[in-house]
Structure formats: structure tokens, C-alpha cells
T-cell receptor, first 113, second 113 residues
Framework: DSGVTQTPKHLITATGQRVTLRCSPR?????VYWYQQSLDQGLQFLIQ???????AKGNILERFSAQQFPDLHSELNLSSLELGDSALYFC????????????FGPGTRLTVL | EDQVTQSPEALRLQEGESSSLNCSYT??????LFWYRQDPGKGPEFLFT???AGEEKEKERLKATLTKKESFLHITAPKPEDSATYLC??????????????FGKGTHLIIQP
């Protein structure tokens, strides 16, 4: 158990809908990262927050957004969902945002029908 | 663009049969190379971080090494419980010290009893 928690574990929704994925980092970690894992693309970095502020963006679509709250938990919002958004979404956390290892949560499996 | 290529894509070994997994990378500047283990439907589990060419790290039956262009994950006398997908990732230098990891697509390792 990495200490990172994610809810829900599974999410099934329809095209065009909006969903919110939640992540609680390990105790004491200030940095949160979101990744998407699909069969064809592998694990891809989406976005990073550090102590409430956005620090880096990867391959995140404009339909997706995230935020980190004062208690350091983070939410990833996915809107206007498409079939291709079906994937595993992982949250990871690290102590700082420099060279520390990232520890991954168990993921949320999103299915868009 | 940063790239990580892992080979082979899949590897089937007999219990006790040692082998090596390869991770080739191209980055503008390497801040760290990471190895993770991922079981089906679960989040990646951190194994090692390597920072500079010539560095080696060991954990039980696993040993990771790093050169300027590639990393190897050596597995000695593997057991069936070592079966998993092994992921390699790099963290490049970037302004502000913030960035997500760039992952390879992984090597799916099966150890047969």
C-alpha cells in the first residue's frame, strides 16, 4: 500500500458527461501528479500540482482540468467525455517536486459508453 | 522530445532462469531514471531511482544499472511472484524543477514454475 488513495475505483458513464476523480496524497506529500494509462498509449503524464498551485502540464486535453485543495487532496475533472477517454487514471504523490520518487495510487478505471 | 523504449515487450522465463530487461532513453538532460513494477489492474509500485551513469541499485532478486543511453533491470533466479509488467521512466531537466515522468510501454514478464 503506497498510502495514496483514489476514489472511486470504477466509474461507468456515457459520452458527453462530466466526472470528477479524487485523490488523497500520502501524508506529508505536497506534490500531486495525474496520469492516464490506456492500452495503446501507455502511462502518460497529465498535470502536476504542488502545494495548491499548478506546476507542470503534460498531454492534458482542454476538456480536462484539475485542482489541489488546501488540505492537499486533488480532483481531476473530465468533461464532454468521449469513448477514447476510457482508461485507468492514476494519481501519484511525492514529498517535494524535485527529485523525489513518485508513489502511485490504485487508480480509477473510467469506462465511457 | 523525450523518449523511452523498453525491450522486449514480453518475456517468458522458467523459474530460476535469470535475464535482463532493457530501457533505452533519449532526454535533453537526465535528472533521474525510475523503475516501477505494475501488477494487473493496480498502480505502479516504485522499485529504484538511478541518477548517474555507472550507478547500480539492488533489491532482493532485482538489480538496476544505468549508462548514458540505457538502463538494465537484471532479474536473478526469478520466482513466479516476480511476474508483472516492469516500467521504466525518465525525469528530464526542465525549468523550475517540475515535471512529470515519461514512461516506456513496459516489459510484461511471466515466470513459469
Amino acid at each position: 500500500d503506497s498510502g495514496v488513495t483514489q476514489t472511486p475505483k470504477h466509474l461507468i458513464t456515457a459520452t458527453g458527461q462530466r466526472v470528477t476523480l479524487r485523490c488523497s496524497p500520502r501524508s506529508g506529500d505536497l506534490s500531486v501528479y495525474w496520469y492516464q494509462q490506456s492500452l495503446d498509449q501507455g502511462l502518460q503524464f497529465l498535470i502536476q500540482y504542488y502545494n495548491g498551485e499548478e506546476r507542470a502540464k503534460g498531454n492534458i486535453l482542454e476538456r480536462f482540468s484539475a485542482q489541489q485543495f488546501p488540505d492537499l487532496h486533488s480532483e481531476l475533472n473530465l468533461s464532454s467525455l468521449e469513448l477514447g477517454d476510457s482508461a485507468l487514471y492514476f494519481c501519484a504523490s511525492s514529498l517535494q517536486d524535485s527529485d523525489n520518487e513518485q508513489f502511485f495510487g490504485p487508480g480509477t478505471r473510467l469506462t465511457v459508453l | 522530445e523525450d523518449q523511452v523504449t523498453q525491450s522486449p515487450e514480453a518475456l517468458r522465463l522458467q523459474e530460476g532462469e535469470s535475464s535482463s530487461l532493457n530501457c533505452s532513453y533519449t532526454v535533453s538532460g537526465l535528472r533521474g531514471l525510475f523503475w516501477y513494477r505494475q501488477d494487473p489492474g493496480k498502480g505502479p509500485e516504485f522499485l529504484f531511482t538511478l541518477y548517474s551513469a555507472g550507478e547500480e541499485k539492488e533489491k532482493e532478486r532485482l538489480k538496476a544499472t544505468l549508462t548514458k543511453k540505457e538502463s538494465f533491470l537484471h532479474i536473478t533466479a526469478p520466482k513466479p511472484e516476480d511476474s508483472a509488467t516492469y516500467l521504466c521512466a525518465v525525469r528530464p531537466y526542465s525549468g523550475g524543477g517540475a515535471d512529470g515522468l515519461t514512461f516506456g510501454k513496459g516489459t510484461h514478464l511471466i515466470i513459469q514454475p
